[in-house]
């Protein structure tokens, strides 16, 4: 398994609000994450860089994970306590109050991936089976979806389209969804902030992805694809590729 993390600031926005990373434990099972910050100028930066470097220094304390269970446990208990983290450091600094960050982080290993979300940054597998989203948005748009109020092609354009219905770091009980599937050598993992996935259509992505060349090089013509439709927003992304079964020990 490779990773590879890309975030732009766009054309528009005057800094970058977006964190993330590739990380790996003492077993070589990696740790991807993605964080889309909110509130106020700097204050998104603080919310995001804190839920990314909060799970990574956690992360790097672990050994392998072996099944599922252990590895959803650990995710819900980390991301509660990097929830804690953002709270207390809003209460406790006036220019962060308010401030909230999405994130998207997924535990890979040998045998299965672990997906964790709160807000709309997204996760998508590449498989022998097509292309999928494997999150849901905590939007008002996607619940508008959902319940059959507007269509997928109305929640596009919806001038309500970036309300989150939860975020990270903006109540003390917030729960995040998680889930666990199997995956294979041959499989992709793109996860990514909204600045991506507004401006650039799955059918797209999954065409990238797909493309004979390093992961690198995939995450840059996606940024500049972004880009070139606008780029009102910070683009992040990370990409996880499974290429092959060496130098993973114990999953």
Known sequence: MNGYFMTDKG????????SGGVYINSAQQILAVIADGMGGHKAGDVASHMAASGLKEKWEETSAFSSPDQA??????????????ILRHAEQNEGCRGMGTTIVAVICTRDFITISHIGDSRCYLANGQGFKQLTEDHSLVNELVRSGQITKNDAD???RKNVLLKALGTEPDVQADVSSIGWEVGNSLLLCSDGLSNKVEDR??????????????????LIDLANE???????SL????YDDLQGEGGS
């Open 229 to 235: 439709r606008g780029g009102e927003d910070n683009i």
């Open 72 to 85: 959803e446990e650990w995710l819900t208990r980390k991301i509660k306590e990097v929830n804690d983290s």
């Open 11 to 18: 054309r528009v926005r005057s800094h970058n609000e977006d």
């Open 157 to 159: 354009h919806h001038p």
């Open 204 to 221: 797209e992505i999954s065409d990238k992805m797909q493309l004979p060349i390093g992961l690198e090089s995939i995450a840059q013509r």
């Open 238 to 241: 990370v990409l996880v590729r």
